[in-house]
């Protein structure tokens, strides 16, 4: 059976994310910290990594269409792999504050690949198999959460080597783009231009929660991917059980996000959201005991993994919710809210545990979710008394 270029442009241009997320992603973002506690990083330090490498993908909100009009969404791509791939090198040759800057360039080099790639991805796709290819995408590049982690258990490597690891992903990432058909729609420059700018028309009471939710999900996704590692230390657990245990937090992220969508279609995003913030509260405040057997702790950090990460698909059903005329600029508001998200909550967190002790995470992460399951109680109350 012959497959025809569109569909081949598509299955490379999936096997792009998919590669460079797990160099990228997962080395740059998951692993990263965990090397970095092993010489001795502080919790201040690890805040501030992570905060950088966030910021990073923040400025590339902004540039990235700018670089796909200028240099094409082909170069725009091998420019932010080539960003990563220089930070994977120099991080291993650098002292703090230095790795600020790497940590930045792998942020960045991640936003540049994930914006014009996914543009030039979803441009190409047919309307009526844009379901399930969008589906397909978000399932690999969450895959990248559980295969990265697991790499240098399965090759036993927990040194200087990892970040050959990352290299050799985001290297060979470069490669399908070269079977991909040329992008040609033009991007025009209003696309990110009107990004933080306010519409003349209110935000409904539903993208107001989809925010929200964005940004509990970004201060517990910037907090618990840049400080576990620390958390874990100061629990106790080696290197490797660390390791596994970023593993089984990418597993949850990646089984609980379809029975939260099918949920939200059962029972209501009021009903999921507050579940969901409830049994991720628990999850925290459970691993904050001391003596829990390891399979306890396996579970509380799969299940701490999941419904953290239903936060931002729950902002993102929000968005999509809102009609084709304000989806798009929806998209935007929670993309920005979750990013800017991601650079505080580690910064706050690693403040906190250096002032406070390395157990706060987890108090820090259940607080942000206590916090948005009594805002949705209110809404749904305010909901139930105006009508």
Avoid at 38 to 52: D, F, K
Avoid at 57 to 76: D, H, Q, S, Y
Avoid at 316 to 335: C, D, P, Q, T, Y
Wanted: glycine content about 10%; charged content about 10%; proline content about 3%.
């Amino acid at each position: 059976m012959k497959i025809s270029s569109t569909w081949r442009s598509i299955i490379a241009l999936n096997g792009v994310s998919t590669l460079s997320q797990i160099g990228q992603f997962g080395i740059g973002f998951i692993i990263l910290p965990v090397w970095l506690t092993q010489i001795g990083m502080t919790a201040g330090q690890a805040g501030l990594l992570a905060a950088a490498q966030w910021s990073g993908m923040l400025i590339t909100l902004f540039l990235a269409p700018k670089c796909v009009e200028w240099i094409g969404a082909r170069n725009t791509v091998l420019v932010g792999l080539l960003l990563s791939i220089i930070a994977f090198a120099l991080t291993p040759q650098l002292q703090w504050p230095l790795w600020l800057l790497t940590g930045a360039l792998i942020g960045m080099g991640m936003g540049l690949r994930w914006i014009a790639n996914e543009t030039w991805l979803f441009k190409l796709t047919p309307e009526d198999s844009s379901g399930k290819v969008v589906g397909i995408h978000e399932s690999l590049i969450a895959l990248a959460g559980i295969i990265a982690p697991a790499l240098p258990l399965w090759l036993n490597i927990h040194d200087i080597r990892i970040f050959w690891i990352g290299v050799f992903f985001t290297a060979l990432a470069a490669l399908p783009l070269f079977i991909a058909s040329p992008y040609r729609s033009a991007f025009h420059s209003t696309h990110v231009s009107s990004t933080l700018s306010t519409e003349k028309t209110p935000l409904s009471s539903l993208m107001i929660l989809g925010l929200l939710a964005s940004v509990a999900g970004g201060l517990g996704d910037g907090a618990l991917y840049g400080l576990f590692p620390l958390f874990a230390k100061y629990q106790g657990f080696s290197t490797e059980q660390t390791t596994l245990l970023l593993v089984i937090l990418g597993i949850g992220a990646v089984i609980f996000q379809y029975p939260i969508g099918w949920g939200i279609d059962r029972f209501g995003i009021y009903r999921i959201m507050i579940f969901s913030a409830l049994l991720a509260m628990i999850a925290a405040l459970v691993l904050t005991v001391r003596q829990l057997s390891w399979i306890e702790v396996e579970l509380s950090v799969l299940i701490l993994g999941g419904f953290n990460s239903a936060f931002l698909t729950l902002g993102v059903f929000a968005a999509a919710s809102s009609g084709h005329a304000k989806m798009e600029h929806h998209m935007r508001l929670i993309s920005v809210a979750f990013t800017i998200s991601s650079i505080i909550g580690p910064l706050i967190a690693g403040f906190v545990m250096d002032q406070l002790g390395e157990h706060l995470l987890m108090w820090q992460l259940a607080f942000f979710a206590l916090s948005l399951m009594v805002f949705t109680v209110g809404q749904k109350q305010r909901e139930r008394i105006s009508t």
